[in-house]
C-alpha cells in the first residue's frame, strides 16, 4: 500500500512537469515567432528584390542582345561579295523589323537617301562615320550606320519597340513591371504609356506635384543614371490603376549599349504588400508547423499520461486483490489454529510469548 501511495505522489509529480514542460514549450514557441517574424520579413524581402534584380538582368542581357543581332545584320552586308540587292535589303529589314527596326536607309557619299524601306520618319540624321560601324543614340530614335561600298547603310530603330518585347512580358510577384530609362533619365519603357518620352523626374511630380519622389528620385540620379546596379525601395502614390501610398521594392540593372559609351537602365518593382502576402503564408505555415510539433508534444504526454493512469489502475486493483487473498489466508490460518486440540504459540526472538490458542490457553488456564 506504501508503495501505491508512492507511487500515486510521483504520478502527480508527472502530471506537473507534463504540463508544466507544455507551457515552456508554448511560450518558447510564441517568444520565437515574435523574434523570428522580424528577421523572416526582412531576408524573404531581401530575396524577392534579389529574384528581381535577376529578372532586370535577364532583361538588360536580352536588349544587349537584340543591338548586337541588329548589328550582325550590317555586317552581312559589309561581308558580302557583291553590291546589296533589294530583295537582300528587304529580307535584312523583315528580320530587323522584328527586333525594332522601322526602316532601312541606303545613303550616297552626299548622304542623301537613294534607297529607303519602312516608314522612317526621322528628317536629320547625326553626322555618321563614314568609315566605320556607328550605333548613335537620340531621344526618339536608335540609328546604326554602316559605310559600304561608298555608301552608308543605316538602320533606323524604335527604342521603345526595342525594348517592349524584352520587358512588357515581365511580372514580379502579381502586378509587378518593368520600366526602363536612357542616361538622361527619360522613360523608353513604361506601362503608363504618357510616360514613355518623358523626363522621369519631371513627369512624376507633374503627377503628384504635392509630393516629393525622395528616394526613387536618389536611385535613379545616384545609381540608375550612373549605370549602376542594385536594390532598393521606394515610395509612390500609385501603382498600375491603384492609387495612394505604395511601397515599393525595386531592383535595377545597367544596359550597356555596343559601340558606344552610352548606358541605359530596367528596373523592376513590386508593392511591399504583395511580398508581405508570401511573408504571411511563410508565417501561417511556421506557426502550422510549430503549433503542429506542440499538439504532438501534447498528444503524447496525453498518451503518457492514460498509460500512466492505468497502469496506477491495474497496480491498485492489483494490491486489492492480493490483499484481499493476504486477509483470506490470514483468516483460514487463524481458524485453522484456533480449532486446534495442540498447544500452539508463538515467541518473538527473546523468547517472549506473542500469541497463543484457545488449547494452550485452556491449558494454562490463560485468557487468549
Given at each position: 500500500?506504501?508503495?501505491?501511495i508512492?507511487w500515486?505522489?510521483s ?31 526582412e531576408?524573404i524581402a ?10 532586370a538582368?535577364?532583361?538588360s542581357?536580352?536588349i544587349e ?9 550590317l555586317?552581312?552586308?559589309k ?6 540587292s533589294p ?7 523583315q528580320?530587323?523589323?522584328r527586333l ?16 529607303k524601306i519602312?516608314?522612317?520618319t526621322?528628317?536629320?540624321l547625326?553626322?555618321?562615320?563614314p568609315?566605320?560601324?556607328a ?35 515581365i511580372?514580379?510577384?502579381k502586378t509587378?513591371?518593368?520600366w ?9 519603357y513604361?506601362p503608363?504609356?504618357s ?6 523626374f ?5 503627377k503628384?506635384?504635392?509630393?516629393y519622389?525622395k528616394k526613387?528620385?536618389k536611385?535613379?540620379?545616384?545609381e ?22 505604395v ?9 550597356h ?20 502576402a ?8 511556421q ?10 508534444l501534447?498528444g503524447?504526454?496525453?498518451?503518457a499520461?492514460s ?8 497496480l491498485r486493483q492489483?494490491?486489492?486483490r492480493?490483499?484481499?487473498?493476504l486477509?483470506?489466508s490470514?483468516?483460514?490460518y ?10 500452539i ?5 527473546f523468547?517472549?510469548?506473542?500469541s497463543?490458542?484457545?488449547?494452550t ?5 490463560k485468557?487468549p
Amino acid at each position: 500500500m506504501k508503495q501505491y501511495i508512492k507511487w500515486d505522489i510521483s504520478s502527480h509529480k508527472f502530471l506537473l512537469g507534463v504540463g508544466s514542460g507544455v507551457i515552456i514549450l508554448l511560450l518558447c514557441a510564441l517568444n520565437l515567432g515574435i523574434h523570428s517574424a522580424q528577421d523572416l520579413k526582412e531576408i524573404i524581402a531581401q530575396q524577392f528584390n534579389h529574384q528581381q534584380l535577376i529578372l532586370a538582368r535577364q532583361a538588360s542581357q536580352e536588349i544587349e542582345s537584340s543591338f548586337n543581332a541588329l548589328i550582325e545584320e550590317l555586317l552581312i552586308l559589309k561581308y558580302s561579295q557583291r553590291e546589296p540587292s533589294p530583295d537582300l535589303l528587304q529580307m535584312i529589314f523583315q528580320r530587323a523589323h522584328r527586333l525594332g527596326a522601322r526602316g532601312l536607309l541606303v545613303l550616297n557619299q552626299d548622304k542623301k537617301v537613294i534607297y529607303k524601306i519602312g516608314e522612317p520618319t526621322l528628317t536629320k540624321l547625326a553626322p555618321l562615320d563614314p568609315n566605320n560601324l556607328a550605333v548613335h543614340l537620340s531621344k526618339s530614335w536608335v540609328y546604326i550606320s554602316e559605310p559600304l561600298r561608298k555608301k552608308i547603310i543605316v538602320l533606323l530603330i524604335d527604342p521603345y519597340l526595342l525594348v517592349q518585347r524584352h520587358v512588357a512580358r515581365i511580372r514580379s510577384g502579381k502586378t509587378g513591371y518593368a520600366w526602363v530609362i536612357d542616361e538622361n533619365g527619360y522613360f523608353i519603357y513604361h506601362p503608363i504609356k504618357s510616360f514613355i518620352g518623358q523626363n522621369a523626374f519631371k513627369v512624376r511630380q507633374e503627377k503628384a506635384p504635392d509630393f516629393y519622389f525622395k528616394k526613387i528620385n536618389k536611385i535613379q540620379r545616384q545609381e540608375m543614371l550612373q549605370g549602376k546596379e542594385g536594390i532598393g525601395e521606394y515610395i509612390s502614390l500609385w501603382h498600375r490603376d491603384v492609387k495612394g501610398y505604395v511601397k515599393k521594392f525595386v531592383a535595377y540593372t545597367p544596359i550597356h549599349i555596343p559601340y558606344t559609351s552610352h548606358i541605359w537602365s530596367v528596373a523592376v518593382c513590386v508593392p511591399e504588400k504583395e511580398v508581405n502576402a508570401v511573408i504571411h503564408y511563410l508565417y501561417l505555415k511556421q506557426f502550422f508547423i510549430q503549433g503542429s510539433l506542440i499538439l504532438a508534444l501534447i498528444g503524447l504526454g496525453i498518451f503518457a499520461l492514460s498509460l500512466e493512469r492505468g497502469f496506477r489502475e491495474t497496480l491498485r486493483q492489483e494490491v486489492e486483490r492480493k490483499t484481499e487473498v493476504l486477509k483470506k489466508s490470514e483468516e483460514k490460518y487463524r481458524l485453522l489454529i484456533e480449532s486446534a486440540d495442540d498447544l500452539i504459540l508463538t515467541l518473538d526472538m527473546f523468547g517472549n510469548i506473542i500469541s497463543f490458542n484457545q488449547a494452550t490457553a485452556s491449558f494454562f488456564k490463560k485468557k487468549p
